[in-house]
């Protein structure tokens, strides 16, 4: 599990392609002290094992599915990523419950400033934006971010300088495609709302249900 609060920027180094997967290597320094082949590292928020390391870089296997769902397919050596560890047991939980799974990917349709703030609007698709509320949690190339505004087709965030000088965020530019990963949460209680086992008696779960009953 991860916080999407980005620990530092790497640089890809190589990336070695199969026919449908791929061996990534990222330059790196603090992801790497205490790190160990088998750990967890999220790179742009996907979360990648580790399965060789040394003082200056690590490597993963990224599969098909992982390159069919996020951005790390338009990866190529010299791209800078965002880094994080998995969180410790004993670490701060100063972001969100980030799983490091990426749902889709979404694209920048905006860039503009608002006094010290920098809004992104992203465009994503409807499977992905029925999770994403105002003011409700997303995580975009692994940074947990609050939703500021939704809409027909796009959501908008707003960013702090910290923010974008301290991740990949701050170079993207309008037309770039980024990983997103919508409130885990939010997918558990839609699963739990369905019946388990669909029948022709089963109640759905409406608001006129839950009123019905007192909730």
């Known amino acids: 599990m991860f916080t999407g609060l980005v620990e530092e920027i790497g640089t890809v180094e190589r990336i070695v392609r199969g026919r449908h997967s791929a061996v990534l290597t990222v330059r ?70 980030v799983a490091g799974h990426i749902d889709g990917v979404g694209t920048i349709t905006e860039i503009r400033r608002d006094d010290t703030a920098v809004w992104y609007t992203v465009q994503a698709p409807p499977a992905l934006l029925r999770y994403v509320v105002e003011k409700g949690s997303i995580a975009l190339d692994g940074i947990s971010l609050t939703v500021a505004g939704t809409g027909p087709g796009w959501f908008s965030v707003s960013v702090i300088p910290h923010t974008a000088a301290q991740t990949v965020l701050g170079e993207r530019r309008k037309g770039d495609a980024v990983n997103l990963e919508t409130d885990l949460i939010g997918k558990y209680v839609e699963k739990l709302m369905a019946p388990a086992v669909p029948t022709e008696t089963a109640a759905p779960i409406t608001r006129e249900f839950l009123a019905r009953y007192g909730f």
């Open 28 to 97: 790196a320094s603090k992801v790497l002290a205490g790190s160990e082949i088998g750990d967890s590292i999220a790179v742009n928020g996907v979360c990648l094992t580790v399965v060789d390391l040394d003082a200056q870089q690590f490597s993963a296997d990224v599969m098909h599915e992982t390159l069919n769902r996020s951005a790390l397919a338009g990866l190529k050596p010299g791209s800078r990523v965002n880094l994080e560890r998995a969180m410790p047991a004993d670490g701060r939980f100063g972001g969100h419950i």
